[in-house]
């Protein structure tokens, strides 16, 4: 009897040590609890560079109506074909030339109380040009108007390497989030210990078409039509978490 006694408080004692590991490990802190400990920043900020367009884009194109379906795209073609022409003649690259709609759509002419009368045919063609050198852009306007362009939808400018624009925004974020953080922390009577993470959003993204009024003076000698780049915006926005202490 003794001798089961024995056996059975050391077999409590050898329990009780082997569940002290595990007493342990349930109440120890996980590391991420660490961060909700320290008081912290939560800010964001953004940074702003302006910099002047190297390229544009241009939406144009070519509108003809014919009897028949056929009459309308043999008009198309031949018009169309005298802008791309123009285009190649202004300095335009064949890479920078792309077809952005064709459509050929019916015509009629409606009547109240009647069914609707087929007229004939509409086919519009328009093209997507890049223009590289600025310098270019009123002159190949006016070529692709002269040429028999019925239609210039819109403009937008851009850059070719937004990389150092992009740059000079960033330092601007940086340095706007660093100020603010100082400013909070003054204000609550803290002091910034680290900087623990950083995120980025936004970026350079290029400008929408605007809408733009060609003219061009049918044997007439003239100015190109005068277009203002202007300058474009760059912004970056950032946002950081820092850790800060008494």
């Known amino acids: 009897m003794k001798t089961l006694m024995r056996a ?3 077999g409590l004692v050898l329990t009780a040590g082997a569940a002290a590991p595990v007493a342990l490990a349930q109440t120890a802190p996980p590391a991420a609890d660490t961060l909700f400990r320290a008081t912290t920043f939560n800010l964001s900020a953004y940074g702003e560079s302006r910099v002047a367009p190297d390229m544009a884009t241009i939406n144009l194109g070519v509108m003809t109506e014919g009897k028949t379906a056929a009459e309308a795209l043999a008009a198309n073609a031949a018009r169309m074909g ?3 022409a123009s285009l190649t003649k202004a300095g335009i690259a064949a890479k920078d030339i792309q077809t952005s709609n064709l459509n050929l759509s019916p015509q009629y002419r409606y009547v109240e109380n009647q069914p609707p009368v087929l007229t004939g045919y509409q086919v519009s063609n328009q093209v997507t040009v890049t223009v590289r050198d600025l310098k270019r852009l009123g002159a190949a306007v006016d070529a692709t108007v002269n040429a028999g362009a019925n239609q210039v939808n819109g403009i937008s400018f ?4 937004p990389t150092a624009a992009e740059n000079a925004a960033r330092e601007a974020a940086v340095k706007a989030l660093s100020a603010k953080a100082d400013l909070y922390a003054r ?3 803290y002091r910034i ?3 623990v993470t950083l995120s980025e959003g936004g970026g350079y993204t290029p400008q929408p078409p605007m809408p733009m009024l060609a003219y061009a ?3 007439v000698a003239a100015d190109s039509t005068p277009v203002a ?3 474009l915006n760059v912004r970056i926005d950032i946002t950081g978490l820092y850790e800060v202490t008494r």
């Open 187 to 189: 204000a609550t009577g």
């Open 8 to 10: 059975a408080a050391l």
């Open 217 to 219: 003076k049918r044997g």
């Open 193 to 195: 210990s680290r900087l």
């Open 158 to 161: 851009g850059l070719s390497d």
């Open 82 to 84: 005298a802008v791309m």
């Open 229 to 231: 780049a202007g300058e």
